[in-house]
T-cell receptor, first 112, second 116 residues
């Protein structure tokens, strides 16, 4: 089983739609969670951290469910510019380590 | 300010040749990472440098892969006797280091390696 698993998609949605991605992780001791965004043939960039209580940044909402070991990303009012691959990222322990584990990504395509 | 830079941006090499990939991290970032990304795959961790500590080499796929970081700044990833399965985009990232709640990694544009 992979340490971090994501539905590869693609998710094809019209502009204005709400779309949600889930990501599961296998290490229950994982401490930190993030969503990165990667545009086609570009490098990944941090989208947002995921906090235990859930957090929101504009149209984006991230949630963490420790009991079920998954995190989610909700995008409201999708824009064409949201088209990208969304990477789920987990830091597996709190041992003073910066080793990030990346999921393979979920591809989102927003169409007019 | 300047971001992470990598060179070359593209490299085509023949099977069996050695290649060197370079990464210049953001000035002041003590942590440096190498990943590779194959087509349609996630990022695969290769190696991690943190300050003067011994690097974490746990992700290197074979002894053909090695990396150095000189003076706590520039890093070079070397692949010896390249194989076709080494073809991928090699991404370098840097971060301030292990600062709680400050794990953001800044990625370079990558080096696209093609082994023919």
């Amino acid at each position: 089983r992979k340490e971090v698993e994501q539905d590869p998609g693609p998710f094809n949605v019209p502009e204005g739609a709400t779309v949600a991605f889930n990501c599961t992780y296998s290490n229950s001791a994982s401490q930190s969670f993030f969503w990165y965004r990667q545009d086609c043939r570009k490098e990944p960039k941090l989208l947002m951290s995921v906090y235990s209580s859930g957090n929101e940044d504009g149209r984006f909402t991230a949630q963490l469910n420790r009991a079920s070991q998954y995190i989610s990303l909700l995008i409201r009012d999708s824009k064409l510019s949201d088209s990208a691959t969304y990477l789920c990222v987990v830091i597996p322990s709190s041992g003073g380590y910066n080793k990030l584990i990346f999921g393979a990504g979920t591809r989102l395509a927003v169409h007019p | 300010g300047a971001g992470v830079s990598q060179s070359p941006s593209n490299k085509v090499t023949e099977k069996g040749k050695d290649v060197e990939l370079r990464c210049d991290p953001i000035s002041g970032h003590t942590a440096l990472y190498w990943y590779r990304q194959s087509l349609g795959q996630g990022l695969e961790f290769l190696i991690y440098f943190q300050g003067n500590s011994a690097p974490d080499k746990s992700g290197l796929p074979s002894d053909r892969f090695s990396a150095e970081r000189t003076g706590g700044s520039v890093s070079t990833l070397t692949i010896q006797r390249t194989q076709q399965e080494d073809s991928a985009v090699y991404l370098c990232a840097s971060s301030l280091g292990w600062v709680p709640l400050s794990y953001e990694q800044y990625f370079g544009p990558g080096t696209r390696l093609t082994v023919t």
